[in-house]
């Protein structure tokens, strides 16, 4: 098994750690864990639009968010990474994020692109020379198979996405907790 396997594979239970360490060093303040929150609904909303046209295995997505980036759900990701950092309000917690995520997502970003381009060949090709791999286009590449994929609520619950917007809320709840015990 070679690294970007083990990443893809074990990236949510080094999350787990990574929470730790980034709780641990957190020192939260109501502004800091307010202005988290937003930012962290707007990676929730980017996370949850992707996921709602997000048909895994069956077909290659590029409708929605995914006319924009490659990796919408990833970079979903990474607003709500920051978020936590802003949350945090440590300078160490946000390194530890920004460490994580540039390098598990890099790697992982990378061998699911491998993926898609074994599987579906050159169609993922013509995909990947219109819209870039993380950071957005401003506007909606035009691909001609893209089809007329519309957001789904069903595919978004499919995808069980839901789940991020529970952890999140979980970890504001922490910081909340973790500024009331620092209280003099």
């Known amino acids: 098994m070679n690294i970007a396997q083990v ?15 980034v709780l641990w060093f957190s020192r939260p303040v109501p502004r800091s864990i307010l202005g988290g929150a937003i930012l962290g ?8 639009r992707a996921a709602g046209h997000l048909h895994k295995q069956q077909v290659l997505t590029m409708t929605g968010p995914y006319a924009h ?5 990833y970079l979903g990701s990474a607003i709500l990474a920051l978020g936590v950092a802003v949350a ?13 995520f540039a390098i598990v997502y890099s790697v992982v970003m990378r061998r699911e692109e491998q993926e898609l381009r074994q ?14 791999l993380f950071l957005p286009r401003f506007s909606a590449a035009k691909l001609p198979t893209a089809g007329s994929g519309a957001f789904s609520f069903a595919q978004y619950k499919k995808n069980q996405e839901y789940r991020a ?3 999140f809320l979980l970890v504001l709840i ?4 973790i500024w009331r015990l620092r209280l003099p």
């Open 7 to 21: 990443l893809a594979r074990w990236r949510v239970r080094l999350g787990y750690l990574l929470a730790i360490l």
């Open 41 to 48: 609904a707007i990676g929730l909303f980017i996370r949850a």
């Open 69 to 73: 980036t490659r990796n919408p759900l």
């Open 88 to 100: 945090a309000n440590s300078w160490i917690a946000a390194a530890i994020l920004l460490v994580y």
């Open 119 to 132: 599987h579906h060949g050159a169609a993922f090709d013509e995909y990947a020379r219109t819209v870039p």
């Open 165 to 167: 917007a529970i952890g």
């Open 174 to 177: 922490v910081f909340i907790v």
